[in-house]
């Protein structure tokens, strides 16, 4: 099936879809509009449906027994943000926005479930299709829900799929890469305990300022000094609370920050020298430094059989010469759970396009994306689940 010519077909109905997506977004597990209409459109396709992990759907396509499956996933969920796109089908609800560009995933992932169908219907189909749409991705919490719920049980899913948007390469185009995509995220938390007193006797205290000082600039040397060049790693502090006056030396100051790193070396290396470092300070200080750091994903790894489906399917829907390996980015992705039990592939799907305005990045009030890649991801997503399922039927 030429999965770029049928998603061309359907260009108008992506479009009509994502922009009623756009228009009503839904925050972190409240996705009950966005997934009532995913829901209905899989059951008019033939696709068993189920909720899954609270707001989220399970869909799957008949099969038979003993073929392998592929699965897509794709998340739902909008960000609490106010709409200044100036798009015409910019969402309707004051204070959240599809500024991620969820809407387009969902959309594609549902072009994709329309599609496979429509090759099961036609005996064109090595294996089944399990679909995943999935709640509060910017929470880091719906490929877990998910997973709990049994995404990739039932049927027994070998293989996954899925793709983000990325404002930084022109729409139709792919980013992929075997290996790591996005990092793994690590949540920092740390608690500096002083002695207060007035602020015209610090020598009646243990002043907790000095050492929060000297403690930042400490870990800032843990990526520059502790890690090999070649090995990407961030350490960045978010939030500092601490003290009510200009007087008054007070008792303890907490830090937040995150941590970013892609293999679990550097990422035991990262804690292991922010607790070292944090201990020595303490002791430098007087002020007990208690560290908390909270494994929130892991990174999102490409694995090679997948990712070969995926690059392949990318370079016959779009042509090699618009098929690029990408930098891998600091930013997470919780795919990174679903990875981290069957194999799978993230690709970004280009959607950049400066004469539409299309150029602003993840998260920014005025992020759009060039509507014209929906078939695009689409049809990647088809045809990549389909060499999987043909990958994996010869090698059995
Ligand atoms: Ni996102």
């Known amino acids: 099936m030429d999965f770029l010519k049928r998603a061309e077909e359907l260009y108008d109905w992506l479009v009509t879809v994502r922009r009623d997506i756009h228009s009503h977004p839904e925050l972190s597990f409240e996705e009950r509009r966005t997934s009532a209409l995913v829901a209905s459109f899989l059951e008019e396709w033939g696709y068993v449906v189920r909720p899954i992990g609270g707001t989220g759907v399970h869909g799957v396509l008949k099969r038979v027994a003993g073929s392998p499956v592929a699965a897509i996933r794709a998340d739902m969920d909008a960000l609490p943000i106010e709409e200044e796109s100036g798009v015409p089908f910019a969402s309707v609800y004051p204070g959240k926005m599809h500024a991620c560009g969820h809407d387009i995933h969902t959309t594609c992932a549902l ?15 090595p294996g089944g299709v399990v679909l995943l749409f999935q709640p509060a991705e910017e929470l880091n919490k719906g490929a877990e829900t998910l997973l709990l719920d049994g995404a990739l049980a039932s ?47 610090p020598h009646e205290s243990n002043d907790p300022f000095p050492a929060v000082a000297s403690l930042i600039m400490n870990l800032q040397t843990i990526v520059s000094r502790n890690m090999d060049p070649q090995e990407p790693a961030v350490l960045s502090f978010g939030s500092i609370h601490g003290g009510a006056a200009n007087n008054v030396i007070p008792e303890h100051i907490a830090l937040t920050g995150t941590i970013r790193s892609f293999s679990p070396e550097a990422r035991d290396l990262l804690h292991e020298r922010v607790r070292e470092i944090a201990q020595g300070t303490a002791e430098a200080f007087r ?37 690029v390996s990408p930098v891998p980015s600091m930013g997470g992705e919780d795919f990174a759970l679903f990875q981290q039990i069957v194999p799978g592939c993230m690709f970004w799907l280009g959607v950049r396009n400066e004469t539409i305005d299309a150029r602003y990045p993840w998260h920014s009030p005025r992020f759009t994306a060039d509507e014209s890649a929906l078939p695009v991801g689409a049809a990647v997503l088809a045809r990549s689940a389909v060499l999987a399922m043909e990958a994996l039927s010869s090698q059995a």
């Open 111 to 125: 072009g994709a479930a329309r599609m496979l169908s429509e090759a099961a219907a036609q005996g064109l189909l």
């Open 155 to 201: 049927p027994k899913v070998d293989i996954l799929f899925a793709l983000h948007n990325h404002p930084s390469y022109p729409a139709g185009s792919i980013a992929v890469r075997e290996g790591a995509q996005m990092a793994a995220v690590d949540t920092l938390k740390i608690a500096v305990q002083g002695r207060g007193s007035h602020g015209a006797i």
């Open 287 to 323: 002020c007990p430094i208690h560290v908390d750091i909270r494994r929130d994903l892991p990174a999102v790894l490409n694995d090679p059989l997948s990712y070969r489906c995926c690059v392949q399917a990318a370079k016959d829907i779009v042509g090699a010469e618009r098929v």
